[in-house]
């Protein structure tokens, strides 16, 4: 019990030294969990198992949702390709170069989101545009050329959970680049033109919000051109319109 109260205590500490995100508490609690069961079957000493401190390290977890897997083999993919090739339906030549598809899905690149499955969509219904967090500031030219070849309404989709809400201690996150980096020196001059990570603090709801406007407002959309905000719930996987 004594080793189990010090290992709370460093959790403690650690929490208020970086303040922990949901998600590095999430693995710092699966970790908890390894380290208490091993300690009360006598298998391990405390002293042996620091707790890491390290914020991008991954952590055992007591979560299977987010289990790592290994890369899929090349061969297997191939094998995969072989399979759906043989039902495959050529879209190549004139009649269907250039024809978006009248709605496009701008959403985050988070694979608990699959717009596909979860508004049961059927393929080829609709462009999906995607990156971290479905930020349009960074999608401007994907849009365009989307609008520019047929699509007449843009579906804006952030997600519960979202990692953007979870960005937290901008100069570990730095230091984590510079501890990996090819040339550590260069990252200074390149992490704040590559990466916002002092992103305005904003609900899920007014994210939408913020990024429908952005589009409303921008010269460059039709006047036209539809533009509404949703909100996917990972908990229930109900999709609600914000806007
Ligand atoms: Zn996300």
């Given at each position: 019990m004594r080793y189990t109260y010090r290992l709370f205590q460093q959790i403690l500490q650690l929490i208020q030294r970086h303040g922990l995100n949901t998600r590095q508490l999430h693995d710092l609690a699966g970790w908890t969990v390894v380290v208490t069961?091993?300690?009360?079957?006598?298998?391990?000493?405390a002293k042996d198992n620091p707790v890491n401190t390290s914020l991008w390290t991954p952590q055992p977890s007591m979560s299977t949702t987010y289990k790592t897997s290994p890369p899929?083999?090349?061969?297997e993919l191939l094998d995969r390709n072989l399979k759906y090739a043989e039902g495959h339906q050529p879209?190549?030549?004139?009649?269907?170069?250039?024809?978006?598809?009248?709605?496009?899905?701008?959403?985050?690149?988070?694979c608990?989101?699959?717009?596909?499955?979860?508004?049961?969509?059927?393929?080829?219904?609709?462009?999906?545009?995607?990156?971290?967090?479905?930020?349009?500031?960074?999608?401007?030219?994907?849009?365009?050329?989307?609008?520019?070849?047929?699509?007449?309404h843009?579906?804006?989709?952030?997600?519960?959970?979202?990692?953007?809400?979870?960005?937290?201690g901008k100069h570990l996150i730095i230091e984590d680049f510079k501890?990996?980096?090819?040339?550590?020196?260069?990252?200074?001059?390149?992490?704040?033109?590559?990466?916002?990570?002092d992103p305005p603090k904003l609900s899920v709801d007014d994210l939408v919000l913020h990024d429908v406007n952005y589009l409303k407002e921008s010269?460059?959309?039709f006047p036209e051109t539809?533009?509404?905000?949703?909100?996917?719930?990972?908990?229930?996987?109900?999709?609600?319109?914000?806007?």
């Open positions: 069961l091993a300690l009360k079957t006598g298998n391990v000493q899929i083999p090349s061969q879209k190549v030549g004139d009649a269907n170069f250039g024809h978006m598809p009248d709605t496009a899905i701008i959403c985050c690149q988070d608990r989101l699959n717009p596909t499955k979860q508004l049961g969509l059927a393929d080829f219904d609709t462009a999906i545009i995607r990156n971290a967090a479905g930020a349009v500031t960074e999608l401007t030219r994907s849009i365009l050329i989307a609008q520019r070849w047929g699509t007449k843009f579906v804006v989709i952030k997600h519960s959970d979202c990692g953007y809400f979870q960005i937290t501890a990996r980096a090819k040339d550590p020196n260069a990252i200074d001059a390149v992490v704040d033109k590559l990466l916002d990570l010269p460059l959309i539809k533009i509404t905000g949703w909100v996917f719930d990972d908990h229930t996987g109900k999709i609600r319109q914000v806007v």
